[in-house]
């Protein structure tokens, strides 16, 4: 309790003196506290030469300030250490030859990005935002990219999209060295465009493994494993001239020319046609749909005059969202133009309820959303109305998300133990009222009744959100998760983010503020999804291949502008940032790394690594490789081995045994390479009905292992080092020891060939 | 004393009554009697998870019971079905007296091909509860613990689920619990309830002005966070009959009757009486050493009354020291040893508050004696004094004539306050929260309606006071004193909690079974007065959920410790559940004083008898036991926290509780044992083979 009564925010920045005053103070029963930064002034310049981080190919250094002191926030006895503080054009580097903390090596351990960012880097594109303590104010003050410099800063605080706060002192650096530091800080890691940001490191990457939804072959294997009949790949977007946010590559309605497709794409936000991205063998799909464009042509008219076919809609009323469309027999009927006989009249109505923001139509738009419905009905072997999930009606909005983010962020990264204690005592509360888990209740429940929709009725779901990129992208993949058992393994899931997310053009540069345009459109909708996967994970823990670890560490490697996966806002983006590196550096070859690669590289890139050099890559990567997976599924998978016979037929090919173990050597052999071999042949959909979830509110919980991974609990007592004191070690370790025993009893087994004899 | 005896005579040939096909009667009552608690509340939440979620995949597990479930569920209602071959088929039947929550997860969760584990595990958790087969029993005669003796029996009484809504049956109140069966469904419906977790009894309804279904009956209000109606028929006159019934049983202290733990008279194998020897747990701890000595001045409980026997003092005090610091200490509760670090010799040593009064008053022997304490430690010249209470609180204490050391006066001590509130706060925040628990949860406004009822905010304090006397001991390596007003509410919580965090033996099941008779027994929490037991005054003052708060304290470190604790949640929840059954002695009366007086150890059975005797049940399979060298410092910010909702939400059903991890690592060590038994069995054959076939060229394999 002393610690935070005494600890102001002001005293951490105040004076050097004052850092000691405070230990003395805290260490009430006599012994003192060591205090790290006492040798900085003592320390040779000759040193401070040589210290240098390390840099990337194509890396440069911007900017070095001497003498930095670096503070994890709330630690009562605030033990800073001291080092170098560099700006790259990739990353903010702290150099020194201080040992790690624990905490920040097990983080680095699991991180997706540490193959090219040491213990104590950030990059740049995580930075959110930068404050500054100035000497004669206590206050912090927020520094933008535009904002005046003062003469001189006594102190910098990083805040982190990872929700992480890291503070810097220049107490003791050279005058000017500071400055020079933050206005580098704040113009390289606010980039007016993507293609500013340091995208290529020179180093090709390894396979992922994975396809990445761009070839037609892709999309093809897609509709094979899944065997949704009706729907055929379209190379129309080849150059992207029919929609910028698709790939090149899309799934539309077998009985949809090309050249319809074209025509009713101009009538979508972002001339964003329907796209079928799921599907089950009984023929339901899943399709996501951007929403009508705004008329432009009749602005002037009064909507509920002008046509009066909308307001014959409006007065009937039809509901919205969970309960879908309805074929309307009041409302439009609308001939399609191939003449079939049967289906050639459908009456087809996209529901226009009295609650529905007034969004302003024309007719043309509003027919060729009808056509297009219809022939997602028509696509159905058995005719089966689609039902349709209007998200922008049933889920938060945008801003909404944002604004509850900012709460979020708000209520984990104080600045003090004081602020954090205020808050504690309130979190619940402040928790709700972000609405945060409110949101991902939401969402959840939406997913369920699409995936009932789907499993039970076997009805086709449209997911229509206003941009057709981002909810839609929430629920599609959910209820992928909850449907297809091979989206719930790390591969599958892979496939579904590089589908959904990725090849789909979820924005991420906008979403995510990689840039600092477009402020007004940022949302943290991947973050929202990833709590929802967590959520499951919580409900269904064997059902999961990978942890929730692993969904923090994806978080996480969001904002590090090497991985491409999470960088543009769509393929075209990517191609066209790609094709702008590659001009300005013509004789380097640019490539692009998707996050997936991690699970294919052994070796960090950054080969001696100034601290922890001794430490073996190989034990990190096997650390975080049981971080990552999930010892409750193998657990799964070596329980269907147990079962009587089945340890018998495990050589035999055509077994079920032969496969897990497969799967199980996968995971856990010596390879350490992917999960899976990319050549897997296709195994087909096999629904074995839905995971269920209760998304009442009280049953959710807040995901902490996120949202306070860097925010460890201000200490109040003096010793937090104690031999004595039990670490909280993983809850799996016990579990991944038996799990380990098990793999070798069989492996044992298998190279003496046993079983092969056993089963002739 | 000899009317009793004839009286428990008959009990015990009415409980032959009930006859089992093919187990002997003791045994099985054992097992009905005794872990019905703690498998109602499992059973209740196996329900849970099947009520609001309609199944979709209707192939998975447990046969039968499936469609009995949906009928079933709710309010701690446990189902009985007809045979019990569906819960062990595949491995070998459990043994008798398994709670079969335990048995749940090795057995159920293995043999389903499970799309969906935890799915699976809950109706594992529906099938665990067919478990008597073959009863030859009529509806209205239920199975009686011994010594329990029928009552009297109401038909046509409804039961008004809050969850459910109402069904059908027959009610039956017996001298331990009332017991309500509906043959509506099959298997039929059971609830059973201990009558000593009644808290009040109210008619609903009058005989002239109850109109409509179900508004003529009774409400029964329940210390364990529920409450329970029946409706009557007013046609049938019964609600008198089972309204007096049920006062004269639940508080047979207020009808000057024994309670029902005299009459119980189960065998066990353990006797729990002798798990704690005050002795032995002093000598367990180093002593006598050269500072401290064991003494038995309170042997016939005249210094203090609400102390034990038997104390640890320091030696460089006198009895007549003593003697003079009890006069200067509320109700002559002096500085007393709880436990002293094996390696520093820092001490945690409790007692109540000084009576300084308004005045100011000191008394030289005690400064003399804390200094002694201090002295006893050679590696601090300081000690700390910490008082519980808020400071506001232990100032007001002055104008009663106690209130808390001065710094002046107690030379190198440092008196901190710790912020717990008082038993009347307590007691406030946990009907708050039952409002919010029970019956019905209101989403929108869960967490908010949590916090507003302050009881995370409460857990929070002790955790993190009881966190600071650890840390005083461990890093500091400092004698530290609690005390609260009395020294036996907030300071045993304390105590108990900082001793388990320093002490691994108290996380084992028999050191926790000594850290409770020691701290909360020994030392004179008052039980009776705090949980009210028998006694029909439910508005009474002095009753506060105090020891539910400990227990629940020790829920939170448990759940950020999972390997340090050899026992489970469910042994927390089976303790808290005989808290207020009274089948066992063990909680029964104030003080060690009024337990020898009534023989409580004679004529009682010990709840660690039910304990250390199905030890098994309750063991936590995670345990690793060179944790027990360890020290634990648990996180106590609010986030860090969460609801016991496995105990507080236990009767909703649409509370979904998490499947423990300790069932799944169970489960792993199953799977384990089956995959090496079939790679043994496949090697024996291959060698048998191989001794009569020529050697061949086998071909490669993966």
Sequence with gaps: MNSHRKGTPSARFTTYIDFEEINDGLTTVGETVPLRPIDVPEETNVDEEKIEPHLLPGEIMIARANNVLKFAPLKANRTGISGTLFVTNFKVSFVTSLPVETKERDMHSRSLQNRFLGVHDVCLSEVDMVNQFSEDSAKKKRLLYNTQMPPRLSGLQLVLKSLRVINFSFKFTPTGEDIRVAQALLHHAFPTSIDHLFLSCGYAPSSPGIPDFCRPADWEHELQRTRCPNWRVSKHNEFFNLCASLPTVLVVPRDLLDAQLEQA???????????????????????????????????????????????????????????????????????????????????????????????????????????????????????????????????????????????????????????????????????????????????????????????????????????????????????????????????????????????????????????????????????????????????????????????????????????????????????????????????????????????????????????????????????????????????????????????????????????????????????????????????????????????SLSNLRPWLNCFCAWLSEPAMLTLNDSESLLKDSSPASHHWSHIHEMYNTMKDLLSQNLTNGAAQ | MAARGQRSAKRRSGCFLVMFSGVKPDKRSKVKGITQLGSRSS??????????????????????????????????????????????????????????????????SLNSESKSSSLNSKLGHESMTVRDGSRTLRPDEPPLVPGEQLEGTAREVTYLCPYVGPKKGTLSVTNYRLIFRSPETDPPFELEVPLGVVSRIEKVGGANTSRGENSYGIEIFCKDIRNLRFAHKQENHSRRMVTEKLLQYAFPASHKLPFFAFGYNEQYQERGWSVYEPIAELKRQGLPTESWRITRINEQYELCETYPAVWAVPAAASDNDLRNVAAFRSRGRIPVLSWIHPESQATITRCAQPLVGVSGKRSRDDEAYIQHIMDANAQSHKIFIMDARPSVNAVANKAKGGGYESEDAYQNAEVQFLDIHNIHVMRESLRKLQEVCYPHIDNSHWL?????????????????????????????????????????????????????????????????????????????????????????????ADRSPVFLQFVDCVWQILKQFPHAFQFTEDMLITILDHLYSCLFGTFLYNSERERIEKEVKTKTVSLWSLILSNKADFENPLYSANTKHHVLFPRTSMRHLCLWDKYYCRWNPSMRQQEPVHIRYKELLHVKEQLEKHVDELRKELAARQTHDSPRVASAIV
């Design chain 2, 43 to 108: 059973s209740s939440s196996s329900h849970s998870s099947n009520s609001n979620t309609t199944r979709s995949n209707s192939s998975s597990g447990s046969g039968g019971s499936s469609s009995s479930s949906s009928n079933n569920k709710g309010g701690g209602c446990k189902s009985h079905s007809g045979s019990s071959s569906g819960s062990s088929s595949g491995s070998g039947s459990p043994p008798a007296g398994t709670p079969p929550h335990t048995q749940m997860a090795s057995h159920e």
């Design chain 1, 265 to 695: 794409a101009q009538h979508f936000q972002g001339t964003r046609p329907p796209v079928w991205c799921w599907g089950t063998p009984a023929g339901a799909a899943l399709v996501r749909m951007a929403q009508i464009s705004p008329s432009i042509t009749d602005n002037n008219d009064n909507p509920v005059a002008r046509v009066p076919v909308l307001a014959l809609q409006a007065a009937s009323g039809f509901l919205v969202g969970r309960t879908g469309w309805q074929w309307a027999e009041r409302g439009l009927h609308l001939a399609l133009e191939e003449g079939k006989p049967s289906h050639s009249r459908l009456s087809v109505s996209k529901s226009v309820g009295s609650n529905m923001k007034k969004r302003k139509v024309d007719e043309a738009s509003q027919q060729q959303e009808n056509r297009m419905m219809g022939l997602v009905h028509r696509c159905h072997p058995m005719r089966l109305q689609p039902k349709i999930f209007d998200l922008d009606q049933i889920l938060p909005s945008l801003k909404e998300i944002q604004i509850s983010y900012i709460k979020l962020r708000e209520l984990h990264t104080p600045d003090d133990p004081t602020q954090f204690w205020e808050q504690d005592r309130h979190y619940f509360s402040r928790l709700e009222s972000s609405r945060w888990l409110s949101h991902v209740s939401k969402c959840l429940e939406v997913a369920q009744n699409a995936a009932t929709a789907i499993l039970h009725q076997n009805s086709s779901v449209i997911l229509q959100d206003a941009s057709g990129c981002d909810l839609s992208a929430v629920i599609s993949s959910l209820v992928q998760l909850l449907l297809d058992p091979h989206v719930r393994t790390i591969r599958g899931f892979h496939c579904l983010i590089q589908k959904e997310w990725v090849a789909l053009g979820h924005p991420f540069t906008k979403r995510l503020g990689h840039t600092r345009n477009q402020v007004e459109e940022q949302s943290p909708v991947w973050l929202l999804f990833l709590d929802c996967v967590y959520q499951v994970s919580l409900q269904h823990h064997t059902a999961l291949e990978f942890t929730s670890e692993y969904l923090v560490a994806l978080w996480h490697a969001a904002h590090c502008s090497l991985h491409s996966s999470f960088m543009f806002n769509s393929v075209s983006a990517k191609y066209s940032a790609s094709d702008v590196l590659q001009r300005e550096n013509p004789q380097q070859p640019i490539y692009l790394r998707p996050v997936w690669s991690w699970w294919a590289e052994n070796k960090s890139i950054i080969e001696n690594e100034q601290n922890g050099s001794d430490e073996e890559p190989l034990d990190c990567k096997t650390s975080a490789r049981e971080a990552f997976l999930n010892v409750h599924y193998i657990q799964k998978l070596f329980k269907s081995l147990a079962i009587s016979g089945a340890v018998r037929r495990i050589s035999d090919p055509l077994s079920s045994a032969y496969h897990t173990w497969q799967h199980i050597d996968c995971l856990m052999g010596e390879t350490r390479q992917l999960p899976y071999d990319p050549a897997t042949p296709i195994v087909p959909l096999q629904l074995d009905g839905s995971l269920r979830l209760d998304t």
């Design chain 2, 448 to 540: 908010s309606n949590l916090e507003a009822t302050h009881w995370l905010d409460h857990i929070r304090c002790v955790l993190s006071g009881a966190l600071r006397i650890a840390d005083k001991v461990e890093s500091h390596k400092t004698s530290v004193v609690v005390h609260c007003s009395d020294g036996w509410d907030r300071t045993a919580q304390l105590t108990a909690l900082s001793m388990l965090m320093l002490d691994g033996y108290y996380r084992t099941i028999p050191g926790f079974a000594v850290l409770l008779e020691k701290e909360w027994l020994s030392f004179g929490h008052k039980f009776a007065q705090r949980v009210g037991h028998g006694d029909d005054r439910h508005q009474d």
